[in-house]
């Protein structure tokens, strides 16, 4: 069960025009940042990103945003990103806004074979448009259905050749998910260790999820919003 | 009337031992600093972490640990992480007890709106939606009018919604209120604001029954 590929350039091998792909991350935090430049070389486009944001106007998926690369976003929260409001504005770019819990579960129900399933989240919004409705111990709920994609892109902590992996602190977020809900998912590792390096019972996500693995390299883990406070 | 820090304290007030608690973005972060003694609580942050801590002291920034805000944090001791999933398993499945968010509009009925502005700001709901539809205690922290001295507590939202039915409790610069069957219930006044001033910015439905506390902190 060997996954390991060479870099972010084999990672990514076979990504088409308009394809769909899942990126991991919260704002700039686990993001799969070798993979993104790797797309960003191969210059596809008419893609439709799955990802909670879209990056920064210089880093993360706005990188692809600059170079014209996304046809459609589904994300739950788009803001600090001047290029991707322009691109929205004038039409450029489609744009999917969904409550983020819904996301999430979305790519589970993905990679979980469930194929939709009922939250209270969004009902009385624009969300519910056109979406069932249907009543659980008297509260609203609507259906939503499971998300796919043709890449899932992933930025984990450490990870063996077989594909197990782990994430470090609030860097998992979307990771676990969307690497269930690839239907090749390419796992980007931070540090590539040997098979049983990694303790069985503190693995976060089964090689059986994941068909590619490859150290990672030059992280940048650019901070969004820097706070700290003075040492007294 | 009450500044940003002041809404925050008055709200720590409504925090009760053992809670687990999600904060917003903005005002509802600052409640934080205000726990009041003797009480313990846990913070939930939806980008998968329980028992977040202080922001860091300079120099010590970890870009893997991050709030919702992309703000950088630390962690309690006893804390713990997930993935997003489980994180919104927490606040569907109701194991956090108090939602705590801005908003834009809240009307009298308990509807929210505070994701959109349409054709000026679309940045997205991110969590919010999950959070008001499920959590069963959801105070909102906000200024009583906007900049241009409008209400922001209507009888209707005119703003594209987030949740509906969903806020229990509003604490504004102005006044404390519950939302009930009838309308905003107003609880607390701030130090020097009267009635009338309540009732003024007051757009929704105001109900006011016999002598009014001012707030005390």
Redesign the interface.
Known sequence: MNKLVKDAKEGIAGVQDGMTLMLGG?????IPENCISALVDAGVKDLTCIS?NAGVDDFGIGLMLQQRQVKKMI?????ENDEF?RQ?LTGELE?D?I???????R??AGGAGIPAFF?????????AIGKEVRYFDGKPHILESALHADYALVKA?KGDRYGNII???????????MAMAGKITVVEVEELVEPGELDPNFI?IPGVFVQRIFQGKGYE???????????V | MLDRNQIAQRIAQELQNGWYVNLGIGIPTLVANYIPEGINVEFQ?????LGMG????????????????????TMMKGGS?????M??AM??GQHVQLTVLGAMEVSDSG?IANW?IPGKM?????????LV??ADNIIVAMSHTNRKGQSKLLRQCSL?????KCVKKVVTNMAVLDITPNGFLLLERAPGVSVEEIQAATEGRLIIDGDVPEMNF
């Open positions: 919260f704002g700039l935090c686990g909670n994300s739950s929260y788009v803001g409001e929205m744009v806004l409550p983020q819990g819904s996301l999430a579960e790519c589970r939250t209270p989240a969004g009902y009385g919004t624009e969300v902590w994430f470090k602190g609030t860097a998992r977020n979307f990771n676990p998910v976060h883990k650019r901070i969004e919003q820097l706070t700290t406070r003075p040492k | 942050s939806e980008n998968g972490l202080p922001f860091p002291f300079e120099g010590e920034e970890d870009a893997d640990l991050i709030n919702a805000g992309k703000q950088t944090v992480i997930f993935d997003s999933s994180s919104f606040i569907r509807d959109k679309v940045k997205g709901m991110g969590g919010a939606m999950d539809a499920s594209p919604l987030t949740g509906v």
